[in-house]
């Protein structure tokens, strides 16, 4: 008895050679058609998308003449008093290539043992200041501290977006960790010296332990308050109490000339 498979196959195996060039051919013409469909639904395929990168920081400006401290001194508020303040401003500032101007931390002090109080808006200069990006963020001094009542209104352009270290790099403010956005200033909204009994510069940028200093957000968020100079009192003046408080002992520096 012939079995059904074996007889199927009988042809094939006495298939001319015109009849297998041409099986040959077409499953080429097969493998070639699946190729082709294979390479169009690749293409119609969206790539992957890569991993979110961060956006590009935009460059540092070739002259500046303002920006926020990277660093306080590590001492709390024990900053050597005014001179100290300044010199690492100046130190920060020349490490940027700007070197050339005279930098003041915009700090106040409070008359003591004979000397006069020293108002911080009396010390940075005229203005215009420019961010490390080049942006103005205050005209000048009455636009900086809103002295009218057209000018408060307005308010200067010291904002989350405009205010940067030296290295043109952002401050951690509220709501990032740890926050950093308080800034040391011992001064009144108007930019001038407290005038009460009240220790509000930690003795004048001396003392890391008793005391307070007053503290400004440069962010405009948190506690209630908005006032990038004088938005509340620190818990104390150490290096732990301005850390608790919400920041780094870190300073405002203009360019007075």
């Known amino acids: 008895m012939n079995h059904p498979l074996r007889a199927s196959r009988a042809p094939r195996e006495g298939a001319s050679p015109q009849a297998r060039q041409s099986r040959i051919l077409g499953l080429?013409?097969?493998v070639a058609g699946l190729l082709t469909i294979g390479s169009w639904a690749q293409a119609q395929t969206p790539p992957a998308a890569s991993a979110a990168s961060a956006p590009a920081t935009p460059p540092a400006a070739k002259e500046f003449s303002f920006f926020v401290?990277?660093?306080g001194l590590g001492k709390g508020a024990d900053l050597g008093g005014l001179a100290g303040a300044d010199a690492h401003c100046q130190n920060l500032a020349a490490a940027?290539?700007?070197?050339?101007?005279?930098?003041?931390?915009?700090?106040?002090?409070?008359?003591?043992?004979?000397?006069?109080?020293?108002n911080a808006r009396d010390r940075i200069g005229a203005g215009p200041w420019r961010n490390v990006r080049g942006q103005v963020v205050a005209r000048d001094l009455a636009h900086l501290h809103g002295d009218?009542?057209?000018?408060?209104?307005?308010?200067?352009n010291l904002t989350r977006a405009t205010v940067f270290t030296e290295k043109n790099e952002a401050v951690k403010g509220f709501g990032e960790r740890p926050n950093e956005h308080?800034?040391?200033?011992?001064?009144q909204p108007d930019g001038r010296a407290f005038d009460d009994a009240a220790d509000h510069t930690c003795r004048n940028y001396t003392s890391a332990a008793e005391g307070a200093v007053q503290l400004g957000h440069y962010d405009r968020t948190g506690g209630g308050n908005t006032s990038w100079n004088s938005a509340h009192a620190s818990r104390g003046c150490s290096q732990a109490n301005l850390v608790s408080t919400g920041g780094a002992g870190l300073l405002y520096c203009f360019a007075s000339n």
Do not use: M
């Open 148 to 156: 009218t009542l057209e000018l408060a209104r307005l308010g200067n």
């Open 69 to 71: 401290t990277s660093s």
């Open 182 to 187: 308080d800034i040391l200033t011992g001064s």
């Open 96 to 118: 940027a290539g700007q070197g050339g101007k005279t930098w003041r931390a915009y700090l106040s002090t409070q008359a003591a043992d004979g000397q006069a109080a020293v």
């Open 28 to 30: 080429r013409w097969v």
